[in-house]
């Protein structure tokens, strides 16, 4: 594949160009389970990957997610909302506060993949003990309790949910290591 990548684009790149084309692509191929289609027309190449419907995004997660009965948590950045769902059934919403301009909140598709009762959640500048029901989804970002505040509605965090602590208690509860999680806005 390299050889016939360079080939074709060897009129309408420089060298350097090209590799790095060539790499990208290589490297599309290797991390997704569809080959990419690479269309060459003059000067002009494209290059396109039709997406896995796991990787494709948060709305076609959630349309998937409806269709089934399983339980998940939907995290709207815009509307400063969490809701948990079973199915396309609305469980419970409760507002949050996600991560401010500067530690935003990260969007995607995730998981929960641990749970603690209390924890203690320190970083670059802040160390905070015994917050409560957190739920890591990725790394060191949680849904968890907020003792702290109580500026529900608006972003302030340092990229974690923020929920009250009331709110989080619940949602520890009834959410399972596991438990699907999209954020999007």
Same mark, same amino acid.
């Given at each position: ?66 269709? #089934?009965?399983?339980?998940?948590? +939907? ?8 809701? *948990?769902?079973? @199915?396309?059934?609305? !469980? ?66 340092? #990229?974690?949910?923020?929920?009250? +602590? ?8 009834? *959410?399972?290591? @596991?438990?699907?999680? !999209?954020?999007?806005?």
């Amino acid at each position: 594949m390299r050889t016939y990548l360079r080939s074709m684009f060897s009129n309408a790149f420089s060298t350097k160009t090209i590799g790095s084309l060539v790499g990208t692509i290589a490297l599309a191929a290797v991390m997704s389970p569809v080959m990419p289609t690479v269309q060459h027309q003059g000067n002009e190449v494209s290059v396109t990957m039709a997406m896995p419907s796991a990787v494709a995004g948060p709305k076609s997660e959630m349309a998937r997610l409806k269709k #089934g009965k399983q339980r998940w948590i +939907e995290v709207n950045l815009t509307t400063q909302r969490l809701i *948990a769902w079973e @199915g396309k059934n609305w !469980v419970d919403a409760r507002v949050i506060s996600s991560g401010k301009r500067s530690t935003p909140t990260l969007t995607g598709v995730f998981a929960i993949q641990t749970k603690y009762r209390s924890t203690t959640m320190s970083g670059e500048g802040y160390s905070m003990p015994d917050v409560p029901h957190a739920m890591f989804y990725d790394g060191g970002y949680a849904i968890h309790g907020a003792y702290w505040h109580n500026s529900f509605g608006t972003p302030v965090s340092r #990229g974690c949910v923020n929920m009250s +602590e009331s709110g989080a208690q619940w949602l520890y509860g009834w *959410a399972k290591v @596991g438990t699907p999680i !999209v954020i999007h806005y």
